[in-house]
Nanobody, 124 residues
Framework: QVQLLQSGGGLVQPGGSLRLSCAAS????????MAWYRQTPRKERELVAS?????????TYADFVKGRFTISRDNTKDMVYLQMNSLKPEDTAVYYCNADIAEQNAKDKYVEYWGQGTLVTVSS
């Protein structure tokens, strides 16, 4: 059984930084695109950043986090990270890790998995 386990998050003051981590585990053959989403009670879940598997990793970012957040991954550990700097109150949300993963028993089929979510609160 494949799962994504998140860590990090919490309460931070405006202008502060936090780092989120997400580890994929289980019978994994390959992890394709990994991403972070966020959701608030007033908005649908929205894409924050994503990263591919190529050497350059070609990360993409939502306009509202460009220049402040950095997504990275460690393919040797099947992990993805989100470094969040210059945090603003409007960044307050539940953040979710997302990944497309092929399992050992279905190597040609990628399935979308979600982490359990972690609350990030930006407040003074």
């Amino acid at each position: 059984q494949v799962q994504l386990l998140q860590s990090g998050g919490g309460l931070v003051q405006p202008g502060g930084s936090l780092r989120l981590s997400c580890a994929a585990s289980g019978s994994i053959f390959e992890v394709n695109v990994m991403a972070w989403y966020r959701q608030t009670p007033r908005k649908e879940r929205e894409l924050v950043a994503s990263i591919g598997t190529s050497t350059s990793h070609n990360p993409t970012y939502a306009d509202f986090v460009k220049g402040r957040f950095t997504i990275s991954r460690d393919n040797t550990k099947d992990m993805v990270y989100l470094q969040m700097n210059s945090l603003k109150p409007e960044d307050t949300a539940v953040y979710y890790c997302n990944a497309d993963i092929a399992e050992q028993n279905a190597k040609d089929k990628y399935v979308e998995y979600w982490g359990q979510g972690t609350l990030v609160t930006v407040s003074s």
